[in-house]
């Protein structure tokens, strides 16, 4: 189902959150050098990047709501529907939380 997809993608983001920290046994396995980075890698270091740097909950937020109305080449993008942006919302939670869990 739709909520059970949601909620191993929200268990991914904290064990990417995890691993991106560094934390020991993040992920239960080695770290594989040949690992591709997927998606939710590159929004994973984002966050927690704008964390380090002392952004909070609300910037963060904000710099993504800026940064999702222009496409790459810098034309207006397609807004996103409220459930893309609960979702984007509710994830970005998880990750600043599990960041500053960690950072103390």
């Known amino acids: 189902s739709r909520t059970t997809e949601l909620r191993a993608v929200w268990v991914a983001l904290v064990y990417k959150t995890l691993r991106c920290l560094k934390v020991e046994g993040g992920d239960g396995a080695e770290e ?3 690992r591709l980075e997927d998606q939710m890698d590159v929004f994973v270091k984002g ?3 704008a964390v380090k740097r002392g952004a909070d909950f609300d910037r963060i937020r904000m710099e993504q709501t800026v940064a999702g109305a222009v496409d790459a080449e810098g034309a207006p993008a ?8 609960a979702v984007l919302s509710q994830s970005t939670r998880l990750v ?8 103390g």
């Open 32 to 34: 594989d050098p040949w």
């Open 47 to 49: 966050v927690v990047a």
């Open 78 to 85: 397609r807004p996103r529907s409220t459930q893309e942006s």
């Open 96 to 103: 600043v939380l599990a960041t500053e869990a960690v950072m």
